[in-house]
């Protein structure tokens, strides 16, 4: 079975994350560390991935800039999309080379983790046709948007636990002009902390792919999680 260092890294800024990613996935195309795992939250940000239209963010740049949210165009699939507290983003950085090369099955994969996680709280989420991502009834749960190089993943998921959802109403979340989003929070009636579901995720994370989930390990390239975002960043 192969190993997958979990980094559980709170909240860190999204140009920080970004630096993280590649040098992980360097790292890890080269076979200098096992596949990991980052887990984190975002300030307010807006990304556009390779499809995105600056069409789907609907307020100007200056009214971002005067609510302090920066815009990032990325190297992600997808369209836009937004990230704040409360919001639990995962970055798998894993080497498909050991989970069959195939890129619509990680995708599927994906879903399936934050779909079986849901369920633990009861909550039944589905995948909707054409549409990548996770949906409760007709409203969007988690996004999904990533890259892949050498076979090697970055970027991921992004799931809202108890997200401030008026952050939404800035954009179209992936291009979508009907459908809205929602939160763990939102749909249970009460306040659940990404620090309660990460665990669940992980759990299920290594169940859906195969993998040994190591939390916080102990060597990535020689550095730990907090000499990583110390040193690295």
Not at 33 to 47: C, R
């Amino acid at each position: 079975m192969v190993k997958c260092r979990v980094l559980d890294l709170g909240l860190v800024s999204y140009e920080k994350a970004y630096y993280l990613q590649k040098r992980l996935h360097k790292f890890r195309r080269e076979g200098g560390i096992d596949d990991v795992l980052i887990l984190l939250e975002h300030e307010p940000v807006v990304t556009m991935g390779r499809g995105g239209k600056r069409d789907n963010i609907l307020v100007s740049d200056e009214f971002l800039q005067s609510k302090g949210i920066r815009v990032f165009e990325i190297d992600r699939g997808g369209d836009v999309t937004l990230h704040c507290p409360g919001q639990l983003v995962g970055y798998p950085i894993i080497d498909l080379k050991f989970h069959g090369k195939n890129i619509h099955k990680y995708l599927r994969n994906l879903e399936e983790v934050i779909i079986r996680s849901l369920k633990v709280y009861g909550i039944y989420a589905q995948r909707i046709e054409n549409h990548i991502g996770v949906w409760v009834g007709e409203k969007k749960v988690a996004s999904i948007g990533i890259g892949i190089k050498g076979w090697v993943t970055f970027h991921g998921f992004s799931l809202n636990i108890n997200s401030d959802l008026s952050y939404f109403s800035l954009i179209r979340p992936c291009g979508f002009e009907s459908r809205t989003v929602t939160s763990v929070s939102e749909i249970l009636g009460r306040v659940v902390e990404p620090k309660d579901f990460r665990h669940r995720l992980i759990g299920q994370f290594g169940k859906v792919f195969n993998l040994e989930m190591e939390k916080n390990g102990k060597q990535v390239s020689t550095l730990d999680s907090k000499e990583i975002v110390s040193c690295s960043l």
